[in-house]
């Protein structure tokens, strides 16, 4: 295992490596360069002058570079340029938001996604299979941000039994020391706050864990089918072992692998994709503001986004490993 994650940490290097090269130089490459991007209508030979000295943009690009990897591995995201405030600084402040609504998203895909994916296998060209087809279908097609105005419509507005928007009500005087509401409820026994506070991650996780859902019950019926008609899935049965060792031991054990690779892919988008549903939801979270920063030009938020989210990539990609070599042994071997 130990090997598994030496590797996987050594592939991280060249990869942000490269990814670093390709930011660095789609930043210059805009039209009439990052400071004319950066300024606008504002932007004035003076202006432009102005803001190449400051940002460096005048210097040599080979110590450019030097300079924006210096900065990136000191922790140095750059500064926004809506809020003034340091990149990182306002990642620390929203993720934790998104971060409560991936997992709730992903608890709820996951939750229902393998199950109904292992029933519709089980019951094959059954009314069970064909209708988790159709509805992941339906789910893949349906566009988030349709879905989401759907969710709020009716459960919100028409019949009010969930909030519309925000991450808690305003006016429950709640202690935050984390910024994840939920926890923060629980840890500090204000359990009114954490229950208003899930309340308001309820709509927006189904919106977000709709798509999830649906691949990871098309995958998950897939896997399923595919290993039940194994020929060691054939001899366990001859050889007369119990139904429900042959479906945990044989079946389930050996289908989840291409399902854990499917929920790994869909963690990093979950908190990648999250700008449609935190916009339709007024969640105030790292979706809402990568919005505003692509909006704004925010071109420092942008770089520092997709660098995040990358690391978290890697990171996400080095758990699916390790549970390979949990779920196969067969990994740990090669």
Do not use: C
């Not at 595919?226 to 042959?246: F, S």
């Not at 289908?255 to 700008?275: D, E, K, N, R, Y």
Request: charged residues 15%; proline residues 5%.
């Amino acid at each position: 295992m130990l090997r598994v994650i030496g590797k996987r940490l050594a592939l991280l290097i060249p990869t942000l490596f490269g990814l670093s090269v390709l930011l660095f130089l789609w930043v210059r490459s805009l039209p009439g360069g990052p400071a004319t991007a950066l300024l606008g209508e504002r932007a004035t030979p003076e202006a432009v002058a102005r803001v190449n000295e400051l940002y460096g943009f005048d210097q040599p690009l080979l110590l450019q570079y030097f300079t924006y990897m210096g900065k990136l591995l000191q922790g140095d995201f750059g500064t926004s340029i809506i809020t003034g405030r340091p990149v990182l600084q306002e990642f620390a402040t929203r993720f934790p938001a998104t971060i409560e609504l991936s997992v709730v998203a992903l608890i709820f895909a996951i939750g229902i996604g393998i199950p109904l994916g292992y029933l519709a296998a089980r019951h094959y060209g059954k009314v069970v299979d064909h209708g988790s087809v159709v509805l992941s279908l339906i789910g893949i097609t349906i566009p988030v941000f349709f879905l989401a105005f759907i969710l709020k419509y009716l459960f919100a507005i028409q019949w009010p039994i969930l909030p519309p928007d925000g991450r808690q009500n305003p006016r429950i005087n709640a202690t935050h020391f984390t910024d994840f509401y939920v926890l923060d409820g629980i840890l500090t026994g204000e359990y009114d706050a954490a229950w208003d506070a899930f309340q308001h991650l309820i709509l927006p996780g189904l919106a977000l864990g709709t798509i999830p859902l649906a691949i990871i019950v098309r995958i998950t019926r897939a896997s399923v089918l595919e290993v039940q008609n194994a020929d060691y899935v054939r001899t366990a049965r001859a050889k007369g072992l119990m139904e429900k060792t042959i479906r945990s031991r044989f079946i389930l054990r050996n289908a989840m692998l291409p399902v854990v690779t499917t929920i790994g892919l869909q963690t990093g988008l979950l908190i990648s994709g999250a700008v449609l549903t935190e916009t339709v939801f007024a969640f105030n979270g790292i979706g809402s503001f990568l919005r505003d920063a692509i909006f704004e030009l925010d071109y420092p938020v942008l770089q520092g986004f997709i660098i995040f989210i990358a690391i978290l990539y890697a990171l996400i990609n080095l758990i699916v490993d390790i549970s390979y070599t949990i779920i196969d042994p067969r990994v740990r071997v090669q």
